[in-house]
């Protein structure tokens, strides 16, 4: 069984590290003594609030986030924040300020937009998404509320290699694709988010990140469910949370601690990418890399083939391989490799060696 497992490139849902998976299948019959299973539990049991705090406690830890920040679990996915963070945040008067790099950090303009409480900061569409808008590029409006950021752009295959100055306008990012895939000075921003489906669990929870007063300060006039502050004040607990999701994120949480932190999943991401770029970089043109070399993302390579037959034909062989999940997104077209914290180096290196023996039968 273990052994027909593939090499899983998809982009979200996506690769989860096998010893996870293990250990929630060895506890799943019978959780903690509690003779049910996690998804069975009363979420007020004090074996799930075990799970919830431990949750909260490593990812701070991980982030290096004091008592000032709080971790937050909502849910209505990644997508669902594009439309909470203006409904709590921005007005007409202090809008939220968008930096466009990609087709997430768009829909969440469009979010703001439909509220007629966004602006536009930067934006990369001129050049299709290639380059992350650089400092010199963004026109922060001293009055604006926040400025949004996506902080890896999982279709486009980019990814910020700076923090921005926002000249004291709080910084609000979206990490979905990238969050716990390296340190990142995470004191620079007031708000951060994860979709988890991509780098940290099942798809189901969202993962918040934020200073408690940027939280706090939601209006009183929204509906219950849509104010941060309720997560706040509640500790996420306020309706029934996706318990079984929260626990995964947790022993992911816990894997990437026992794994050496931030900084080796870094090393090992670096790695990972270095092989399959390389194998773009020398295959004479053969593939051709979307992104910009100071833009490219660390998470998800992306790259075109000679033809859209070669293209096909490489997604079918890749299989034959047991490397699943390489097609691109529609809007960019070819490959993409997602080569997330689970991905093993084994994985890339795999990856990259069918893509030389491609090459050299296909050229
Ligand atoms: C996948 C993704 C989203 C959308 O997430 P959902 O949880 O499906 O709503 C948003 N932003 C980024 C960067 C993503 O990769």
């Given at each position: 069984m273990e052994a027909d497992r593939v090499y899983n490139f998809n982009p979200g849902p996506a690769t989860l590290p096998l010893e996870v998976l293990k250990e929630a299948q060895a506890e799943f019959l019978n959780f903690h003594h509690s003779g049910m299973s996690i998804l069975e539990i009363s979420h007020r049991a004090k074996q799930y609030d075990e799970v919830?705090?431990?949750?909260?406690?490593?990812?701070?830890?991980?982030?290096?986030?004091?008592?000032?920040?709080e971790v937050l679990f909502c849910q209505g996915g990644a997508s669902?924040?594009?439309?909470?963070?203006?409904?709590?945040?921005?007005?007409?008067?202090?809008?939220?300020?968008?930096?466009?790099?990609?087709?997430?950090?768009?829909?969440?303009?469009?979010?703001?937009?439909?509220?007629g409480v966004g602006e536009i900061a930067a934006s990369s569409k001129d050049v299709d998404f290639r380059h992350i808008p650089t400092q010199d590029e963004l026109k922060i409006n001293p009055e604006a509320s926040y400025v949004h950021l996506c902080y890896n752009n999982t279709i486009y295959g980019t990814e910020f290699h700076y923090v921005p100055d926002t000249k004291g306008v709080p910084l609000?990012?979206?990490?979905?694709?990238?969050?716990?895939?390296?340190?990142?000075?995470f004191q620079k921003f007031d708000f951060i988010y994860a979709g988890v489906q991509k780098n940290l669990g099942p798809a189901g929870v969202v993962l918040v990140v934020a200073k408690k007063d940027m939280l706090a300060k939601s209006p009183e006039t929204l509906p219950t469910m849509l104010r941060y502050s309720t997560f706040l004040k509640k500790d996420s607990l306020y309706n029934t949370p996706p318990a079984f999701c929260i626990y995964m994120v947790g022993k992911v949480a816990a894997w990437i601690k026992a794994n050496g932190g931030l900084v080796e999943m870094e090393?090992?991401?670096?790695?990972?990418?270095?092989?399959?770029?390389?194998a773009i970089d020398n295959s004479n043109g053969f593939y051709r890399g979307h992104a910009d070399k100071d833009s490219r993302s660390?998470?998800?390579v992306t790259f075109r083939l000679p033809s859209e037959e070669l293209e096909k034909k490489f997604v079918a062989e890749a299989l034959e391989h047991q490397l699943s999940g390489v097609k691109g997104h529609r809007s960019v077209g070819g490959m993409r490799a997602s080569i997330y914290n689970a991905m093993p180096y084994?994985?890339?290196?795999?990856?990259a060696e069918f893509m030389e023996k491609f090459r050299k039968e296909n050229a």
């Open positions: 919830h705090q431990q949750a909260k406690a490593d990812i701070k830890e991980l982030m290096g986030l004091g008592d000032d920040y669902q924040q594009f439309a909470m963070i203006p409904l709590n945040f921005a007005t007409k008067e202090h809008p939220g300020n968008y930096v466009l790099s990609g087709s997430f950090a768009t829909k969440a303009y469009k979010e703001a937009e439909l509220l609000i990012a979206d990490m979905s694709s990238d969050m716990l895939s390296r340190p990142v000075d090393k090992r991401n670096q790695k990972k990418a270095k092989v399959v770029y390389d660390f998470m998800n084994e994985g890339a290196l795999r990856l």
